[in-house]
């Protein structure tokens, strides 16, 4: 699925443009390039928020293509039929054609059902269920502002081409593949709706219809009519201003497109939806509310931060998410992760979208086991390290096992790595509320933070670090301490990793690698070398063997002086014993 570009955006307003009695822009709200942005700027009122379950409904955009087009753009190839509401909601206005799904027809689960229904009934004309099913476009989303007393609505959107009996023998190149030929007697109305043809679809009247019809409407005739075998494929969201009918107008509004080229019925490769999208949409479909979206993008960024850490080996195959409440983030490790066979969540608390995540997603990971085990941290996860490394018939090593905590506080954060580092497994932490229970590092963040900007002694900017990131650091640091995993004869490599900002600024993963801890005298050896690289540092730093030198020869110096000094008396004693020893021979 893709967004609308800016060229779609672009190609929209010259649409709407051609389209002479649309609303004015200022009644059609803000365009948002994502349903991120649009959901976070709509609130309380948007229907992704709210626990109701919004209504559901069906509605049919019937087309027809005028053999007599002039190339004037000014008129328009195609024609609509539209409905005049004669009594109960919108009354005087024009609409498509629709209704609510009655659930007891199983319309919820087909909704192309209650469309050929409510089109049968309201203008007599008769659509085969497989053909109204091939014209889906998809669903427009209604939220409003006056949330409390107008419930959200999700209408089910279908665009069929009909041919009239007078065009049956006319060219039908430019026909879609799914017309449906009628009988034009067959169009009738109903004590609700008046239908009325409208043969040129820029004169359609906008003006006396829902303001979202300005927006979404255009798009998809101006689509129909400048692409012959292309299907427009689309979801919206639109949040209406308070006061329903009467103001008729829009606060904020997203859409997004996806488009199938029907011609060869292959997907366009923007259209194709990736993992995280088809994920998002299965809850969204079911009407799963827990995980919100900011939660499903910090678990789906933590887990694949997490894997690409841990990607080499096994380390996986067995994940327990601690307080991981819903379940999304112990879900999507079994879903990016291969080799991952179970994963637990370990929470006290039971949660609305314990059963939600498992309804929508369990069809990704097939035979794999999702589990839930509602018990506090301090015996659960215990528990179940016990269960999987001690209890099982099956050998499973301590590294392949991961353990998660996605938000975790100070409190929980710690107690996690303690336990996990007993036994030896991986872990990664996203803390979150961090604090320094002695208070020894509050004042040193405060001067910190003080200092940013200042300059040092060195003309060196001294960086300015937050509270949150010293204790996370601090954390990091224990980890990495000699004798954390001594007890599981193991020893971490540690690693930091930040998450997008923009999803949350609780934003820092701690990673920690599960390794083998070597032998002692593979230590040693090390130490032993390091030892000789301190001693060579600590004689170049202080100059040692300088000192030496110059010892060395100042005793030469000394040593050359004095021997400067008695060398005379040695030259004469040396003579003068030579002159003894003569004399005394020649007297013998």
Known sequence: MSASTPNDEMQHQDASALFRHALD????????DSLESYTASVGRGSELDKEDIPKEFSLVTILRRNEDTQSDNAISSLSILVGKKMRGFGEGFYNCFGGKLEKDLGEQNQPAKGAVRELEEETGITIPLSTMEESFVGTINFTFDDWQENRAMKVHLFCVFVSLSADATSSTQNQNANTIHIDPDQIRGCDEIEPVWVHNCYDLPLQQMFADDSIWLPMLLHHHESSIGVNLKFDAWFHFHRGG??????????????????????????????????????????????PSIKEFKESWSFANSVRSFMKEGNRMTHVLDVAGGHGALAALFLLLVPECESATVIDPAVVKGEVGVKDAWSEYWGEKRLTYRHECLRTGLRKELDRILHYNNQDISPTNVLVVACHACQHLTDETLEIASEYGVNIAVMPCCQKDHKGSWKGLSKRLAKSNGNKSNNSQEIASLSFGTIMDLLTAGKMMAWNTGLQANVEYVVKMKLMDSAITLQNRIIMCKSMQRRDDNSNDEEREAAHQRLALAYRRAHKVDKVEKNRIQRWRNAFNESFENILPGLVAGFCIGVACSHVMLRRK
């Open 25 to 32: 822009s200022s009644r059609l709200g803000k365009r948002h």
């Open 245 to 290: 009918t009467e103001p008729n107008s829009i606060l904020h509004y997203h859409i997004q497109r996806h488009d199938q080229d029907m011609s060869n019925n292959e997907p366009k490769q923007s259209a194709k939806y990736n993992l995280e999208k088809k994920l998002f949409h299965a809850l969204h479909d079911n009407h799963i509310h827990n």
